[in-house]
């Protein structure tokens, strides 16, 4: 598609009394304000928090513009990926601050003062997100998923239980201290030492193989 994610549909015709009941995750809720915030929160924002949880590396690839929720799904991945078509664009359309993590992630990605400027202007092209480190590569919209799925094989052949771990860890030390982390990484580093994917590491880097890993 020509698109990541399009945002909201803010033309559509349906009366915001009746969203909530029909569109979990719509503002509106002819239930009243406090059962919108929870329809909003269940299906939704939950939703876009569960991304940073799953076990697995997760990667955005990003084709071309990433509105609103689209753009707070992509900053909830571990990786992103784009193309001179890609563009984060925020809910201003819809009369909204960015949510759904955008206001978590994007200050710790880009410091306050970027993070800010994004808030206030609501457009970031591709240059400056991968200036400021919102993509991880960016590459030419006719190399965007062959560089993706090549990231993608990098990270295959690599133990799963080390990815886990390590995704674990950092995503845990963005609220931590140095102590607490350099703590953390200690006792995970004891009971990697002594794991499967560990031992067959060790075991194919002497044997000058490919590791075969199971995730244990």
């Not at 001179?84 to 410091?111: C, D, W």
Request: proline residues 3%; charged residues 25%; positive net charge.
């Amino acid at each position: 598609g020509r698109v990541f994610c399009a945002g909201a549909d803010l033309r559509s015709k349906m009366p915001a009394d009746v969203t909530g009941e029909d569109f979990a995750g719509a503002r509106g809720s002819h239930e009243g304000p406090d059962a919108a915030r929870q329809h909003f929160y269940h299906g939704f924002t939950k939703l876009h928090r569960d991304i940073s949880l799953i076990r697995k590396p997760t990667i955005a690839m990003i084709n071309g513009p990433a509105v609103g929720a689209g753009m707070d799904m992509a900053l909830h991945c571990d990786i992103r990926v784009g193309s001179e078509k890609t563009r984060f664009i925020a809910y201003h359309n819809a009369g909204q601050i960015i949510e759904n993590g955008g206001s978590y992630y994007l200050p710790k990605m880009v410091g306050l003062g970027r993070a800010l400027e994004f808030a206030y202007t609501g457009e970031l092209s591709a240059e400056r997100a991968y200036e400021w480190g919102i993509l991880n590569h960016l590459v030419a919209s006719e190399k965007l998923e062959e560089t993706t799925r090549e990231l993608c094989e990098k990270i295959i052949a690599r133990p799963p239980l080390v990815q886990w771990v390590s995704k674990r860890v950092m995503r845990a030390a963005l609220d931590s201290t140095l102590e607490t982390t350099m703590v953390l990484t200690s006792n995970a580093g004891g009971i990697l030492q002594n794991s499967a994917d560990a031992t067959e590491a060790r075991r194919a880097f002497v044997e000058k193989r490919k590791g075969r890993f199971k995730g244990a």
